[in-house]
């Protein structure tokens, strides 16, 4: 039976800023959602009119943008744990780039798809690929309104402190983000 | 203290109303006793339960209600009654439960000898399919469907030349045989139910689902879609009658194969316009309609719809009611029509006749009627011209009185109540939404704006 | 000393939770509209969801009324009539009393049980009431659009939800679907507080372990519809691309009226799995906080501690937890694999051993109490009697063999209403009554309230008792008539009558609850911190109600569970949480 005593229970979870604690509730939630869609990809596929569509290979230059992306989020963190202002800006600054250059590069995946007759509601495969991929990409857009948010606030110039937990929240969402991404991408691949 | 009191009342009253209610399940008419057991079953556990911790709950208030001088025990928790009651209910859980899963097995366990009949749900009726000498049914996909299919069937399966369709809401079994029911939806999701069954099963289309039970009483049963399919839900309904082997097979054999029906020749226009002459008397020579003999206009109308009719009428499943004035001058006019082909050609003559839209007669306030109109709409069409699909004649541009006269007879009980007017049961229970003159008026006066 | 409680460690750790910076607002908008406080807030979900709650009871009239009297009412025909089963049961289960049982109890009491000033992201709190209003205004234009609200039932499936035949198939089922998931956003922004909230800013002392069973409750069933309502929206998203962009996730092959569609290859079942795995912890989304309620309200007016403190809060964790293992025993008859059924029947019926368990307790803690009977626990007594009744026909529908029979008749409708509206909606009235005083710092009226207390609980079990044998006769749900069938005799309909008539009464009685929530607020005796002399951290405030920020300078320090009562050689019959065992006693602060 676990919970008797308080320090337990305070000892164990106080250790989490409540904003952070949020975010990993936020995260679960994400994860059932994320979770719930793949389930029924699972499902519809098995129903004998399945067209996988073909990956294009700028997915992969994409996949890669992200990880990027990842990457330079953690070292912005890393920055901020080391109180590396300037770093921490130029990080910022970078991942906010390259999180647009991935949004833009599945666009254009899109376009490429559309344009070889790989439309919405001809095929389940197809139907998957937009809405899964759209529903990613709409998380990684809510990122960027955290992200603009603490990009300005690291412009005024705001205490270390609290730069360094907004950053640190930015680069956890990333990080889930690309492992969403990851698993997506694995589960097209493999269909 | 009240509390208490009405807490027993309602204990005591429970228990009574259970065992004097005539409200209870039918007398079964299939295999599924174990069913009926199981139920059996879980009455008395629930019951005893329900009974005794409510008792215990009215005992408690009456015994420890509040007095001044007295004090709560104080008792955190006790972990041997917490056990021992757990215990007791898992007993009584699996006491319920094993033998739920021993007849549930039976239930997914299909005898290998049971033949296969086929189900066909549709907004918002039912009809059937037998497999035929082969024991096979033949495919089928929604891409064949259409009015001269309707059941879908692959015309190149040869497994599907000898089925038997039975366009019909009324399904025949033979008692004391197991069958298996394949159950299969065109549109949406229907439920086959026949309570005296009692095993039931969804209709889903894409799936061919399945229920399996041996008929052991003969009669007559209700069919009931008990899945919701929309508005006409509650009017989509069958039969299944079980008899002997005998009358079952002479049934069967009434009904036409797919090769037969694929076969058919159409009507013979040529061929029917003498026949039509001894309508003409009274529908009029371009079967426009004349009120004044109460001859409704029969041009425009699907010639599908007038078959059925003059082949009720010559059953006498139409114009058979003491009630049924005009209904009965057709009896024997139908009946000079010899057999199915004259019938066909009579009904092809008439389709070759000007579509004239019927002079509008009955008054009434058209955006009343409009309101009313969205449910017949469901199966007449929002235009209402009429949907085969659907066995819903057209409307719009058809003698309006004459809509008027049945509406009246649905809802008087005149048409729509004989038991082989397959398609009239319906209507009476949706032409029962019209409660007085003026709806019917408005209604109709609505379905004049339509042409 | 003896009176030192049962679990209470004297010892209470240093606050580790940093002084809250609360948002004061300066304006009256800021007050009072846009208010970021919890209790505002609560209130705010409150009245919304008891005003749309109550064009919901309307439409279970317009419902009874044609079951009841049927070809009598020209106004309701079959297609209208569908769109009342449909917004009813979906206003009921989730624009009220999942926004009643979260949104107003969870705001309100989280804060106060848990000794917190506020919920921990204030804004996002104000953002959620924000963002489910906009989800009420849009189902209500969905009543005004086009061909009315959707009436393709509570449930949608497809494909009939978006197919013509079904009323509101164009408008109303695509503003349904948008409602549904804009509530689910604004539920998910309000979710978060009330776990995070539960979590961290528990004042010192206040250990998962002596949390009051409300919150236990509130708690749980956040986590269960923060986990299962992305399963709603996954569905709603998926069917709004099938009715608009032609997408054939849930659609077949179908001839639709004569016509062949688009559509090809989906699985309506497919859709029923995923709004299942909503539908079913959805229930316990619904029961979970009114067992937690309901056991406070037991303990606090039968003087007693909660028995098996422990054993309650375990079981309600595992309710939670096996409520996610539990959903196609909605669908024995749907036409999935019936194989399930061996899985499905086991877990469900597993799952009636901790619901039992809930239930003894709450019948032993009556036993050997000192019972008052008043008006709040007159509900509890009302909700466990109910709840037996609903919980025991569960066990038939969860029991496949059982359920093939029934389901689909009015036995479910009996079934459901019983053990998810009737039972949740006293312990809501219970709550009401017995928490009235903290928000308002007046009693309600004792006499107003156990009339309708009787009214509700005796006429509710008029309507929905008699109703089950509906079910075994073999009546269909859901249908505008009976018409005529060989099975079922005159009678019912007369049943079905006297079923109409006591719900017209039911529901006349919530008249007098409306009037002595408005009368008791102006004229009502005045109740004073503590009326009830409980135990909970909300009755020891300095102020009633509340102020902004809770419980004035310093938060309360808790030294003990929230069931000390009748502590054998305590002074009183109750010692409230922040009372130090009295070795600590030199340094504890006055009770206000």
Redesign the interface.
Known sequence: MAGGSTEDVHGSVLVQPTLKLGLWVLLAVVTSLFALFISAYAMRMK?GDWNPLPEPGLLWLNTGVLILTSAVMEWTRAAANRGQKDGVRTGLFAAGVLTVAFLAGQLVVWQQLHASGYFLGANPANDFFYVLTALHGLHLLGGLVAWGRTTAGVQRGVALGAARLSVGLCALYWHYLLLVWLVLFALLLST | ???AI??IL?IVG?VL?HLL??????PIASNWT??DD??SI?FW??GI??VA??L??AW??IR????KD?????????KK??WW??GL??VG?VA??A???Y???K??DVPDDAPVVEAVG??WHWSYRFPGKDGVLGTV???Y?S?KNPF?MNPDDPNGRDDILISSQELHLPIGKPVKML?RS????H?F?V??F??????????V?YIWLTPTRAG???L????????????M?GSVVVEEEAAFQAWLSRHPTFAQTSAQAAGDAAAGKPLYAACAACHGAQGEGTPALHAPKLSGQGDWYLKRQLKYYKQGARGTHDKDVFGKVMVPMAATLVDDAAIDNVAAYIKTLPDRPAPATVKGNASNGK??Y??CG??H?ADGRG????NAPGLAGMSDWYLVTQLKNYKQGIRGTHPQDQYG?QM???A??L??DQ?VNDLVAYINTLR | MSYVA??ASAFAPPAEVREVELYHPKTWLGKYVFSQDAKVIAIQYAITAISIGVVALVFSWLIRLQLGF???F?FI???NY?QFVTQHGMIMVIYLLTALFLGAFGNYLIPLMIGARDMVFPYVNMLSYWVYLVAVLLLVASFFVPGGAT???WTL?P??AI?????GESWGIILMLVSLAVFIIGFTMGGLNYVVTVLQARTRGMTLMRLPLTVWGIFMATILALLAFPALFVSAIMMILDRTLGTSFFM???????Q?LEYA?????LFQHLFWFFGHPEVYIVALPAFGIVSDLLSVH????I?????MVWAIVAIGGLSFIVWAHHMY???MN??F??FF??TT??I??PT??K???W??T????????NVPM?FA?GF??TF??GG??G??LG????D??L???MFVVAHFHMVMAIAPVLAVFGAIYHWYPKITGRMLDDTLGKVHFWFTF?GS?AIY??MH??G???V????????????I?E??QS?NAGITIAALIVGAAQMVFFYNLVRSYFKGKPSGGNPWEATTLEWQTPHTPPTHGNFGRELPVVYRWA?D????GAPQ?FIPQNVPPPEAATGARDRA
């Open positions: 129903l | 203290m009240v509390v009405v807490l309602l429970s109303f209610s005539p409200w209870y399940f039918t174990t069913i199981t139920i879980t556990v629930t339960v329900f911790v409510n215990f709950m408690a208030v420890y209600r509040y007095r007295r004090r709560a025990e104080y008792e955190p928790e006790n009654l917490e009651l757990t209910t898992t859980i319920m439960l033998p739920g899963l007849v549930w097995a239930f997914v549709q907004q996909d929604a891409r469907v009015d879908g159950l065109k549109d949406v999701l439920n139910t309570a005296q009692r095993v039931k099963m969804d209709l889903v289309p894409g799936l689902t007559k049963f209700d009931l879609c008990q899945e919701l399919c929309g508005i006409g839900h509650f009017a309904r309101q009313r969205v449910t469901a199966c069409g949907v085969q699909a659907m049961v009476a229970l949706m029962a939404i409660r007085d709806a | 049962h679990d049927p070809n009598t020209s025909d079959p297609s569908l009436g393709a039932g499936y494909p009939q197919l013509q035949g079904t009323p077949p092959a179908i001839v639709s009226m004569g062949k290859g989906g699985s309506p079942v039968a003087r007693k501690n028995f098996g403190y422990r054993m008859v749907s036409g019936p194989y059924g061996f029947a086991t019926l597993i009636a051993v039992a368990i239930v003894y307790n019948v032993l009556l036993w050997r109490g000192n019972i008052h009977l007159l007594i466990i009697f037996i009744n025991l026909t066990l038939f029991n496949v063999t059982v093939v029979p389901s689909d008749t005796v079990y008792y008699p044998y509906l075994f006769l073999g269909p749900r859901r249908y505008y008539a009976i018409g005529g069938t060989d099975f005799p009678s019912v049943m069931y009562f009748s502590v054998p019959d």
